[in-house]
């Protein structure tokens, strides 16, 4: 984690600045694009704006809105198979945190369009202690401003939503923000990374 501003940085500095003679425009090409969709998710940076997202309560809301000192953000689609596992464990760890009296809430976004799956999903787990969201009609445009190829896709963000976290396991998540709140977690939670 972290690593992408390094090769950021390197690649702004060298390759597209034009002081590696020895690449060609092809590989340069790529280089500038692989920086465009790194560059607005490096940690330290305030997160892309998500706006006009329809909740499961067909309410909207928006990612800046959530006031919370930590926010938890998942980008995750129902029939994604690491999803179905990582979607319920997360839950249950921001429900520990929770308790912990640490002041968090979760974005749940759905990464497809069809809503009947997702809903399903929340209903058969019990999701409703977080905020469920989609993008119907992609105004956001998520996918790419957040680069999301895979899902599920964790960020955490701080209370200036700020980018603490990306790309995180749920035990990352959990060892993060006990870290950052300073409290040890009994050997028993502590669990490897």
Known sequence: MGMDKVFVEISEKYYISGKAPWTDSTFIAKVKERVLLEKPTLIGNIAPRLDKLETYEKEFVSLHEIPNKYTVV?????????????????????????????DIQALALNSHFDREPWEAFIEKQEL???????????????????????????????????????????????LIIYSLENIELPKDEKKEI
Do not use: R
């Open 74 to 102: 998942i980008f995750w689609e129902p029939n994604c198979g690491h999803c179905k596992k990582t979607v319920p464990k997360l839950y249950k760890a921001i429900q520990k945190i929770k308790s912990d009296n640490i």
């Open 128 to 174: 409703f202690d977080w905020i469920n969201a989609y993008d119907k009609y992609y105004f956001s445009n998520f996918k790419q401003t957040y680069d999301i190829q895979t899902t599920p896709q964790i960020f955490l963000l701080d209370k200036d939503k700020k980018i603490i976290g990306k790309k995180l396991a749920v035990e990352q998540v959990e």
